[in-house]
Each structure stands twice: as structure tokens, then as C-alpha cells.
């Protein structure tokens, strides 16, 4: 009888074992979905504001990002890290908004994505975000001028940025706890640690803004909750009702309070 116990849990451990080693050798198509189609040019979408350019990395990747220059030197500049499917081109279309306030947009194509080369990584995104941000900084932008936005997996990224950069502000939309904590809802039976926001957000020091749909199926509403609460002041929350993923802009309007928020906090 104990052999017989004995020969099930190994077999179930193998089993398991396998299943997380296939796991991790397919964890970048699990993390990353990125649109491999090239971007179409800023004025196919009557964005005529934005201008291609391309970004050089350290490790010599060219990187297509797209850049609204501000409409002056006391508009603030969005640095908008999206999330982990679509290109820029998906969501430069959301930000007429901020464009007709005469804010600045950076909106960088992480490598791997649209035609860029590269495949994606944690720690190469943090690379590619870094290349932007010095991008920026490098068009004479006052550091308290720029606003740095993530959006879902893109929250990861900008919450690294606004560990190693004094910046104006950060603004999070559907954040969520760490990488792991989402993959525990999906895949409970899965080992994971990436992209660890609720560790990063106590050592930040500059104004917050968490936006979270209470409806949301991919990042649990409590995750978001739980990073604001983690946060230093100032700090602003803004839940919506019936919010799901990826509509905060299109069917709330949420760059309405980003816009708010930015006017309220960032000072240029």
C-alpha cells in the first residue's frame, strides 16, 4: 500500500514538475502577445501631431516609438507604456484628449512588437522604457514635467521607470500586484514572480494615480486597491463601476481624471 502511495505522489510530482518546465519554456508567449503587423503612419489615423522616429538601445536594437512634441514648455509629457498585446498604434487613438490639452506623448514600441527586432524580457523592456525616458529628458524636458503611464503589463514598466527616474507623476491603469499574484488567479497551480509592483510602490516618492475597473477580469480590482494602499501620498484612486480591462478609456473616459490629475499634481 505505502509503494503504492509512494509511486503516486512521485508520478503526480513528475507530472507537475513537467507542467511548470513546459510552463517556463513557453512563458513568453504566455506574458507577451505582441501585434507583429507594422504600425500605420501617425496621419492614417488623423494624428498628424505625431512624428516616427526610432530609438538606438545600449544593446543596439532600433525601436520604433511614435512622439507629440508638447505644445509648450510648460505642458507636461506622457510617457505611455501599453500593455502586453497591441502596438502603439492601438492606442494612440486614445489620446486626442491629451493632444488638444497640448500635452506631450511619448508612445514607445517595446522590442519584439510591430516591426521591432528583439524579443521581449522583463528586464529588456525596463532597457527599452529607459531609452525612452532618456529620449525625453534629452528634448530639454523638465524631469518634473514628465508624467510616466502604464497600462496593465505596461504598469510593471512604468512603475520600474519611476523607481530609477524623478519624474512629475505616475498614473496606473488596472495595475496589478506582481505578475505572480495574476498568474495565481489564472494559473493557480503555477510558480511565477515578475514585474513585482506591490514590492517597488513603497519606495516611490512622487504623486500616484490608480485607475481600476471593479469588473475586470484580468487583473483582479483588489490587486489594483492593494497597490494604491501601498502607496506614499499624494495619491488619488479612482475606481469604475462596471469598468473592465481595457475599456477605462473608450467607454469611461478615465483620460478625463488623468487629465484632472496631471493639472492638480505636475507643476512644470
Known sequence: MAKWIFTLCLGLLIGYLLICLSVWFWQRSLIYRPNKEANPPPEAL?????????????????????????????????????????????RAVTMTRYLEKGFGIFLLE??????????????????????????VLNQGIN??????????????????????????????????TSLAAVANVH????????????????????????????????VPFEQGKAVFNRAHDPKVWHPYAGGEHGDLITQFGADREVIHFIEQYVHC
Open 46 to 90: 488623423e494624428l498628424s501631431r505625431f512624428e516616427v522616429l526610432y530609438l538606438h538601445t545600449v544593446d543596439s536594437l532600433r525601436l520604433e516609438a511614435w512622439w507629440a512634441r508638447p505644445a509648450s514648455a510648460k505642458q507636461p509629457v506622457i510617457i505611455y507604456f501599453h500593455g502586453n498585446a497591441g502596438n502603439i498604434a492601438d
Open 187 to 218: 494559473y493557480p497551480f503555477l510558480p511565477s514572480r515578475k514585474y513585482d509592483n506591490l514590492l517597488k510602490i513603497p519606495y516611490i516618492h512622487m504623486p500616484l494615480l490608480v485607475l481600476h475597473g471593479d469588473d475586470d477580469s484580468v
Open 143 to 176: 524631469p518634473q514635467c514628465i508624467v510616466l503611464y502604464g497600462e496593465s503589463l505596461g504598469c510593471g514598466v512604468a512603475t520600474q521607470m519611476a523607481l530609477l527616474n524623478k519624474v512629475g507623476a505616475l498614473v496606473l491603469q488596472t495595475p496589478f
Open 110 to 135: 517595446y522590442r519584439g512588437y510591430a516591426n521591432n527586432p528583439g524579443k521581449p524580457t522583463e528586464k529588456d523592456f525596463y532597457q527599452d522604457a529607459q531609452t525612452a525616458v532618456n529620449f
